[in-house]
T-cell receptor, first 114, second 113 residues
Framework: NAGVTQTPKFRVLKTGQSMTLLCAQD?????MYWYRQDPGMGLRLIHYSVGEGTTAKGEVPDGYNVSRLKKQNFLLGLESAAPSQTSVYFC?????????????FGPGTRLTVT | AQSVAQPEDQVNVAEGNPLTVKCTYS??????LFWYVQYPNRGLQFLLKYITGDNLVKGSYGFEAEFNKSQTSFHLKKPSALVSDSALYFCAVSNIQGGKLIFGQGTELSVKP
């Protein structure tokens, strides 16, 4: 049981390049999330999904797109990377138990845009 | 709108002393409150949560948190700090409708021998 995994762990992009971050979970969770973490700002929600085939915008969605074609995978895309997207990206998944959600986080992807 | 505030960027404690990491929140309706810990270069790990019931919630690694509805606070506590508790701690809130979490900015806990 690997939990939540993220690929890649590190990446350096030049301004204008595109890339896709992959998140996979093996816990059969319905909900998945993408966050970015910046110093002094905590984690901010980029996009999330409440089930296969659905996506929704979070707090900071601009410049990102997502897809949830399979229940276990949640992809985050950057179409044209900008230096402001330099950050650490975390994926999480959760299910609703009747006592709220408990999110399980991946190890993160450190992205640098030059 | 939901929000979380962690008023201290850093908390310094001597090993063996009690520790408190503060959190206040604002949410419409009943809050679901969480504490997560992040060790260097790692993802976030769940510590504890408050949904309903007892105001004192016990979690992992000897941590506990006290929910205070009148003060809209959810402070994290531990009776005796360990050097290994040194990490970044995040408070988070969500509402009953969905799983989206709003995080505070984090508090760096440093425990010295």
């Amino acid at each position: 049981n690997a939990g939540v995994t993220q690929t890649p762990k590190f990446r350096v992009l030049k301004t204008g390049q595109s890339m896709t971050l992959l998140c996979a979970q093996d816990m059969n969770h319905e909900y998945m999330y993408w966050y970015r973490q910046d110093p002094g700002m905590g984690l901010r929600l980029i996009h999330y999904s409440v089930g296969e085939g659905t996506t929704a915008k979070g707090e900071v969605p601009d410049g990102y797109n997502v897809s949830r074609l399979k229940k276990q995978n949640f992809l985050l895309g950057l179409e044209s990377a900008a230096p402001s997207q330099t950050s650490v990206y975390f994926c999480a998944s959760s299910y609703y138990s009747g006592r709220g959600h408990e999110q399980y986080f991946g190890p993160g992807t450190r992205l640098t845009v030059t | 709108a939901q929000s979380v505030a962690q008023p201290e960027d850093q908390v310094n404690v001597a090993e063996g002393n009690p520790l408190t990491v503060k959190c206040t929140y604002s949410v419409s309706g009943n809050p679901y409150l969480f504490w997560y810990v992040q060790y260097p270069n790692r993802g976030l790990q769940f510590l504890l949560k408050y949904i309903t019931g007892d105001n004192l919630v016990k979690g992992s690694y000897g941590f506990e948190a006290e929910f205070n509805k009148s003060q809209t606070s959810f402070h994290l506590k531990k009776p005796s700090a360990l050097v290994s508790d040194s990490a970044l701690y995040f408070c988070a809130v969500s509402n009953i409708q969905g799983g989206k979490l709003i995080f505070g900015q984090g508090t760096e806990l440093s425990v010295k021998p």
